[in-house]
């Protein structure tokens, strides 16, 4: 399967631990996105990154919240000392973008975070 | 700040009825992409719309990119218990003075269809 995954699929947690969460695109593919998402509602941008370079930072990001893409391929999205409201669904997407568009999303089947 | 308001918000019909859901901005898009979303899944591209005016067929799914490129429309005709799911639709957008492109969200439109 060469689509996008995420792992783990799913996280519980207690109040004021730390968790990371893993995305690995599609290899060919530039660009890597990072969404939360709860449910019934569209997916809210955290942050994205052209090949290795972090590009965007939302400003609903807090600083417990940190993503990295070390060598262009697979991120890394962690949240520390978590916080009940941190409960959501993280989502994870990749595309190939030009010069002149963003390219087509393709994300993964997310994880969902739940903080106790 | 760029919005795309996506209506209706909610839907539940029975099978075999119509249904139109709304994407609506006052910014104009280079392109619009719609998506659609089953519970536990994420997001699957449906069409990308790109020409103003542009009309996109998918079986029974029809997309239409308004003239002007601010608003889009998806039309479903005949709809089925397996068209529920989440209709995301979301628009390509020049910021940072047309360096950059990056895409804007709608909220969503959670339909359900009742057999």
């Known amino acids: 399967d060469t689509g996008v995954s995420q792992n783990p699929r799913h996280k519980i947690t207690k109040r004021g631990q730390n968790v990371t969460f893993r995305c690995d695109p599609i290899?060919?593919?530039?660009?890597l996105y990072w969404y939360r998402q709860t449910l019934g509602q569209g997916p809210e941008f955290l942050t994205y990154?052209?090949?290795?370079?972090?590009?965007?930072k939302s400003r609903l990001l807090s600083d417990r919240f940190s993503a990295e893409r070390p060598k262009g391929s697979f991120s890394t999205l962690e949240i520390q000392r978590t916080e009940q409201g941190d409960s959501a669904m993280y989502l994870c997407?990749?595309?190939?973008?030009?010069?002149?568009?963003?390219?087509?999303?393709?994300f993964g089947e997310g994880s969902r975070l739940t903080v106790l | 700040t760029q919005l795309l308001e996506q209506s209706p918000q909610f839907l539940s019909i029975q099978e075999g009825e119509n249904l139109t859901v709304y994407c609506n901005s006052s910014s104009v898009f280079s392109s619009l992409q719609w998506y659609r979303q089953e519970p536990g899944e994420g997001p699957v591209l449906l069409v990308t719309v790109v020409t103003g005016g542009e009309v996109k067929k998918l079986k029974r799914l029809t997309f239409q990119f308004g003239d002007a490129r601010k608003d889009s429309s998806l039309h479903i005709t005949a709809a089925q218990p397996g068209d529920t799911g989440l209709y995301l639709c979301a628009g390509e957008a020049l910021v940072n003075a047309g360096n950059n492109r990056k895409l804007i969200w709608g909220l969503g439109t959670s339909l359900a269809v009742n057999p």
């Open positions: 997407a990749s595309s190939l973008a030009g010069a002149l568009n963003t390219g087509e999303l393709f």
């Open positions: 290899s060919e593919h530039n660009r």
């Open positions: 990154f052209q090949n290795e370079a972090q590009l965007e």
